[in-house]
């Protein structure tokens, strides 16, 4: 699989390895993701990468959409099943079924394609996705970014981490959240970009990138349910803005309770220059 339609410089990070078509709407692609390296029935962080990798496989490979192009992500939800587990000692093999079921068009162009996801292991679905991928040229996206394109890769100061075991990581290169200031509300951490985390840092970028939104919302819905442990089933993001480097980013948390059926939704809220730019909510039981 060519590293480059999953908008990767680091080959190892590439978990799509193969695509059929099998008509205008509906392919299959194969997937192996690496032996973990954190605890857990499997890494969140690949799952995602796995559902916006095949997107961006099929957006490149079927529909002819350059290699030069920006993609512009609207949102992005999946639910897992909770008896998911991979091998803690090997390769997880999956196959995966991408449906296309709806287009945007700018003209007679296409410039957006919603597309359903069903991702199996051993023939059985163990995860759910749906999510909105849409793309700009390069003179666009230099309009549409203007100033931001210019801020140099790693000038901005990134703060200290929380503990990792607050956010359920082990190493602070790991870590999205900075430890909150003194007499800052609860449940509200400032976002860090320490782009020394090659996971989901593989390439200079002019904004935060969608997945590491994801993460450091999973980060904060796991320390504000503390102590209980939670480990959310299903989330559900939206984008509204980009989010920059070179500013601060808040990331606020509501815990809603549904006592009657013992599940927690944790909505993490993004904010930026008093502005909202995203939102997700994670949901699953906390114990």
Known sequence: ??????????????VVTGWTRHDDAVYTLTAQWPTPTVKGPYDPRVLAQTIRQSGLVIVHAEYGVPLTHQTLLYDFNYTVHPDFRVSPAEPTALDIEVRVTETRRSGRVISALRMDIRIRQGGVTVAKADTEFGWV?????????????AVEWGSWTVPEPVA????????????????????????????????GNRLLFDHPVDHVPGL????????????????????????????????????????????????????????????????????????????
């Not at 699989?1 to 590439?14: G, I, Q, R």
């Not at 040229?137 to 394109?149: I, M, Q, T």
């Open 1 to 14: 699989m060519p590293k480059e339609y999953a908008h990767l410089h680091d080959e190892s990070s590439v």
């Open 137 to 149: 040229s390069p003179a666009a996206y230099r309009r549409l970014r203007g100033e931001h394109l």
């Open 164 to 195: 990792p075991h607050m956010v359920g990581r082990t190493d602070p290169v790991d870590v999205f959240l900075a430890a909150p200031a003194a007499g800052d509300r609860p449940g509200r951490w400032q976002l860090r970009n320490d782009i």
């Open 212 to 287: 590491v939104l994801i993460e450091a919302a999973y980060q904060a819905a796991h320390a504000a349910a503390a102590p209980a442990h939670f480990m959310p089933t299903d989330l559900a993001s939206s984008y509204e803005r980009y989010v920059e480097f070179n500013e601060p980013c808040w990331l606020q948390t509501e815990l809603i309770p549904f006592p009657a059926s013992g599940r927690l939704t944790v909505r993490v809220i993004g904010l930026q220059g008093g502005q909202r730019v995203f939102r997700v909510d994670l949901s699953g039981i906390a114990q």
